[in-house]
């Protein structure tokens, strides 16, 4: 795990970064390697593959962070990119795979009502999503809106968003 991390660091090669991560990603299904990857500070490296030009490199993150969010701690330290991962999910193409993984790793930051405020301004994007993304999509959303709405102090901003 550490010479994944390492390699992730060290190349620019966008085939050798996604096989990585892909790597990374399935390793972190256990939740042993799950702290693992936190203690050599792999959260961080992968969490900033997110600002990769690349749009294979950036689902594969987060795919990666995915798995990597079903642990508290982890999620202590992944909350810092939900911003960032809205902003992306904004901006990818309609009912990508790039989108989708966003959605998912939403999903589970948004399990607990520890980091829904960090997802507020995406809320009308949700909304859109909701109402032009294919199945697929729809069904993603609603995971996140739903553990949105299991929060009293959301259905203002859920209530209010213009779409």
Avoid: W
């Avoid at 060290?10 to 991560?21: G, R, Y």
């Avoid at 490199?57 to 330290?77: P, Y």
């Avoid at 309609?94 to 959605?103: E, F, I, K, V």
Wanted: proline share 3%; net charge neutral.
């Amino acid at each position: 795990l550490q010479k994944l991390i390492h390699l992730l660091q060290a190349t620019d090669d966008p085939l050798i970064q996604e096989q990585a991560l892909i790597t990374l990603s399935n390793s972190a299904a256990f939740s042993v390697n799950q702290d693992i990857i936190r203690n050599l500070d792999g959260l961080s490296v992968i969490g900033g593959m997110l600002s990769d030009c690349v749009p294979k490199v950036k689902e594969k993150a987060l795919n990666a962070l995915n798995n990597l969010s079903m642990n508290i701690k982890n999620q202590e330290e992944i909350q810092v990119y939900i911003t960032q991962v809205c902003r992306n999910l904004e901006s990818a193409p309609l009912n990508s795979d790039l989108q989708l993984a966003g959605l998912r790793l939403l999903t589970n930051m948004s399990v607990t009502s520890d980091y829904h405020h960090k997802m507020i301004n995406s809320i009308p994007c949700f909304l859109h999503l909701l109402s032009e993304g294919t199945e697929r999509t729809q069904i993603q959303v609603l995971k996140v809106l739903v553990n949105l709405s299991a929060n009293p102090a959301m259905t203002r901003h859920l209530l209010r968003a213009q779409v």
